[in-house]
Nanobody
């Protein structure tokens, strides 16, 4: 089994910074892909914020966060550094990891439970 747990959310003011962390643990052979999504409204789909391909280190960002957010990783942890936060960044942020596990064929996507980020009073 694989566990994904996010942390680092909170209430901040516009212009502030936050760093989210996501730890992937359990039965892991390789992590090929790590990403941050967010859901800004409960009835909406999760939107991709940033992702990272482990084999190449290539990253990509949604237009809305380009230049303000940075995704990075160290071992089995992925970070999202969020600078110059805006009220419209308010959302539940979710981490996704695509993992190959020992003794299992193929790869599976795993999600964390999410962490709330609120920007504004």
């Amino acid at each position: 089994q694989v566990q994904v747990v996010e942390s680092g959310g909170g209430l901040v003011q516009p212009g502030d910074s936050l760093r989210l962390s996501c730890v992937v643990s359990g039965n892991i052979d390789t992590i090929s892909y790590m990403a941050w999504f967010r859901r800004q409204d409960p009835g909406k789909e999760r939107d991709l914020v940033a992702d990272l391909r482990s084999s190449t280190g290539a990253t990509s960002y949604a237009d809305a966060v380009q230049g303000r957010f940075t995704i990075s990783n160290a071992e089995n942890t992925v970070y999202l550094q969020m600078n110059s936060l805006k009220p419209e960044d308010t959302a539940v942020y979710y981490c996704q990891a695509i993992v190959s596990s020992h003794g299992m064929r193929g790869r599976n996507a795993y999600w964390g439970p999410g962490t709330q980020v609120t920007v504004g009073s």
